[in-house]
């Protein structure tokens, strides 16, 4: 690598992770080469450079690897094997590829899991209707039961709950069952879903932050509040798999653990994410050094920065509410409070339930950023125009 003052880093992605990648890599004096195809993407007014390509165009892989000391990507549905050519060359990609590979496909993360004795929902590939019928029998998963395409999915999307037998058939077709693979998982009977960051360095150190609480609206993630209002217990027990976690996925920098708390104590894996996460944006205020930070810090080989909480904290994301030129309201009103915090993606379109932007909010308790929080999303709105 070069000198570590003009160490240059290449992302994979412009969206919202990227943009938060860039601003800290900037914070060390480091120079950023993105790859979006869109011009305008949330990096594009950060980022030294664009590389203004296809995501499967392989070219611009070799164009930015060209330019950069170190590749890193803000997504995990990306060509992997673009991404291992290039580290068959001798270029430093960061999480590793091998890692990325296995964490793509949600049914071999399962199986990694399995093999390595982390605890997660039953779990098994479905090969066509009756699989899933025989599955519905009371000593196997029963009903609901949860169907998963078990590549690209994210927010929910690429999931079905089959609810009973007479909806396995929409259910699997909606998946696109018969072409796309499709696996299916027992429904967990959850009493919280909890998430935490867990960062590595290339020397292999690592720092895992506290569990945050997750709830979703309309399978989105709506709020994280930290900290996550579970039992020692279970605080213990989830930073032990989520430590166990990074042993099982070799690779430097930040990953998320989401999990599941279940109604008699266990902690079950629901999936891994090979970089920074929504439900680690409360890291930004909430602790001293945020997942952001230390992925910069581990994929250039710094010392991570201090993972504990400052103060009870809590994100609410701010989603479109129409489609449109993206316009912002009510930041005005909502700085009445000093404790709130508004982060804008910079996406120049709103739609729906896209991701926009997220509010952070600290206060001395948990119950009161909570009610500040819901506050400022009441107030914060990113419309269509
Ligand atoms: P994505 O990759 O799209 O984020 P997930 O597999 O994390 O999808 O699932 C999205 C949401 O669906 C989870 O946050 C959880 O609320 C619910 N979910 C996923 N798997 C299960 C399961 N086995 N049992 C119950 N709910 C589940």
Do not use: W
């Not at 997750?214 to 989105?220: F, L, P, V």
């Not at 902690?267 to 970089?275: D, F, G, Q, W």
């Amino acid at each position: 690598m070069s000198d570590i003052n003009r160490k240059k880093i290449g992302i994979v992605g412009g969206g919202q992770l990227g943009k938060m990648m860039i601003l800290e890599a900037k914070r060390l004096g480091f120079y950023v080469v993105t790859l979006d195809p869109d011009k305008d993407c949330p990096s594009s007014s950060i980022s030294d450079e664009q590389i203004t390509a296809d995501f499967d165009n392989p070219h611009a892989y070799v164009k930015l690897a060209d330019k950069v000391d170190v590749i890193t990507y803000e997504f995990e549905h990306i060509h992997a094997n673009i991404l291992e050519r290039l580290a068959e060359k001798g270029h430093v990609v960061y999480p590793s590829v091998q890692s990325l590979k296995v964490i793509q496909n949600k049914y071999s993360q399962n199986r990694r899991l399995a093999e390595n004795g982390i605890p997660i929902p039953r779990f098994s590939l479905i090969d066509n209707i009756e699989t899933i019928r025989r599955l519905g029998a009371p000593d196997k998963f029963g009903y609901p039961m949860m169907l998963k395409s078990t590549l690209g999915g994210y927010d929910g999307k690429g999931n079905a709950v089959v609810v009973s037998e007479s909806d396995i058939e929409a259910a699997y077709l909606s998946l696109g069952g018969g072409d796309n693979q499709i696996m299916a998982e027992e429904f967990v009977d959850y009493t919280a879903e909890i998430s935490i960051i867990a960062c590595r360095g290339i020397d292999g150190s690592r720092v895992i932050y506290p569990p945050a609480e997750n709830t979703h609206k309309h399978s989105i993630l709506d709020t994280t509040i930290v900290p996550a209002r579970v039992s020692d217990k279970i605080v213990k027990k989830a930073s032990e798999i989520a430590d166990r976690v990074m042993e099982v996925f070799e690779g430097v920098g930040t990953f998320c653990v989401e999990m599941f708390v279940t109604r008699s104590g266990e902690v079950l894996v629901n999936e891994v994410a090979p970089r920074p996460h929504n439900s680690g944006h409360y890291t930004i205020e909430g602790c001293f050094a945020n997942q952001f930070e230390n992925h910069i810090r581990a994929i250039t080989g710094l010392p991570f920065g201090c993972v504990k909480l400052r103060q009870p904290t809590v994100m609410v994301n701010l989603l479109g509410e129409s489609d449109g030129p993206a316009k912002l309201l009510g930041l005005l009103d909502a700085y009445k409070d000093p404790n709130v915090h508004v982060h804008v993606y910079g996406k120049s379109k709103s739609k729906k339930l896209r991701k926009m932007g997220h509010i952070t909010v600290f206060a001395n308790t948990v119950e009161e950023a909570i009610e500040r929080a819901v506050n400022a999303q009441k107030i914060v709105k990113i419309t269509g125009g």
